[in-house]
């Protein structure tokens, strides 16, 4: 049964007990990081939980690759937060430069 390929992509051919068509999400779970499952679209967030279909569309992951996306994800964060904080800097900088461009102004106007 290879019909799935024909029906474009994103299509996964999965319906969910109220006959809607399964709605794919990423799994962020450290057990589970990356892995893709189906849910049915009904449900969003806590309380809303449609019909509670629930099925894992991707394999699960060898500890090899858990651990590999674990690193990357670790590095992005460090990425992020370096970012964060040279952003913060220039932002000071910024205002440094303009105060003390006011400052001058100031000054030449009296
Ligand atoms: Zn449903």
Do not use: Y
């Not at 999965?14 to 999400?25: D, E, I, P, Y």
């Not at 590999?68 to 370096?82: A, F």
């Amino acid at each position: 049964m290879e019909t799935g390929e024909k029906q474009g992509e994103g299509w996964h051919g999965q319906w969910c007990h109220c006959g809607k068509l399964a709605r794919m999400q990423t799994s962020w779970t450290s057990s589970n990081p990356g892995r893709r499952f189906l849910v049915c679209p009904k449900s969003k967030g806590r309380g809303e939980k449609g019909c509670r279909f629930f099925q894992w569309f991707d394999a699960e992951m060898c500890e090899r690759s858990k651990s590999l996306i674990h690193g990357l994800l670790r590095k992005i964060d460090r990425v992020e937060k370096e970012n964060a904080k040279i952003r913060a800097k220039s932002k000071i900088l910024w205002a440094a430069m303009l105060l003390s461009w006011l400052v001058v102004f100031a000054m030449k106007m009296n």
